[in-house]
């Protein structure tokens, strides 16, 4: 899940101390505001039509929130967020009073293609409270806002399920896959890392480092980002990363741990 803040105007000191709590890390649910979001990555596969999205309010005031399902493809090394009605999150708008906690149906109106992987990303918003308008000490009021990533999928696959001891496969369905190759390139004086996904499913990347022979240097302890299928992406790699070869690992999905990516 991801986060981020917008403004309306609040003094220096203040405006810093709510950017530093809003760029916490990602994958960190709890952390960074009073709203606590759960699953960070909802599913919603053929037969089920829908999925739960929970919001709980753990602040002192009351919340309001605004929920919106847009669609989201990767272009030109970015996310691209784009206005569907494929699915629609019930009820649209939320007030949610200190300690409750409000459950948000995320419905697919119409299915996913067969065999396939849709991508979307949950916009949550935080509203600007009247009071909170009104009072001139506030100056200028940030808001939240939480981009939490959704998966459809259509009939005959399934995501990659989360490795159970004992678990037997699903008959019938096709677990669909990620598949990824990684470039290094150097361009305005800096080292890129490219990687490319040719296979059916997302990649959720964390755990990213880099190893050349006994050295390992961390990319990303927690969450690096996503490769949807057939898209590529880049990140600057961090001062220290061994030039050369190197073997690149990564946490993807539900592996439990970090496995290696060919070179492409």
């Known amino acids: 899940m991801q986060r981020t803040a917008r403004g309306h105007g609040l003094r220096t000191g203040a405006r810093a101390a709510l950017l530093g709590l809003a760029l916490t890390a990602a994958g960190d649910a709890h952390a960074a505001s009073s709203v606590l979001i759960w699953p960070i990555n909802p599913t919603i596969e053929a037969e089920q039509k829908a999925a739960a999205l929970w919001l709980e309010n753990r602040g002192q005031q009351p919340v309001g929130l605004q929920v919106r399902v847009m669609a989201w493809r990767q272009g030109d090394f970015d996310d691209r967020l784009d206005a569907q009605r494929s699915v629609i999150g019930s009820p649209p708008v939320v007030t949610i009073a200190p300690g409750k906690r409000q459950m948000i149906r995320l419905i697919a109106t119409q299915p996913a293609p067969a065999g396939t992987e849709q991508a979307y990303r949950v916009l949550v918003d935080e509203m600007l409270q009247p009071d909170a308008v009104a009072d001139p000490q506030l100056g200028v009021k940030f808001q939240m806002r939480y981009s939490v990533p959704l998966f459809v999928f259509g009939t005959g696959v399934a995501p990659a399920p989360v490795p159970v001891p004992g678990a037997k496969p699903r008959e019938g369905v096709q677990v669909l896959q990620p598949k990824l190759s990684y470039q290094v390139r150097q361009e305005g004086g800096r080292h890129y890392l490219f990687l490319s996904n040719q296979g059916a499913a997302h990649a959720r990347l964390s755990k990213v480092s880099v190893r050349q022979g006994s050295a ?47 070179l492409q």
């Open 216 to 262: 390992r240097t961390l990319i990303a302890d927690g969450l690096l980002g996503y490769v949807l299928p057939g898209a590529q992406m880049r990140w600057q790699l961090p001062d220290g990363v061994p030039g050369g070869n190197f073997v690149l690992e990564a946490r993807i999905n539900e592996q439990a741990e970090p496995q290696p990516i060919p």
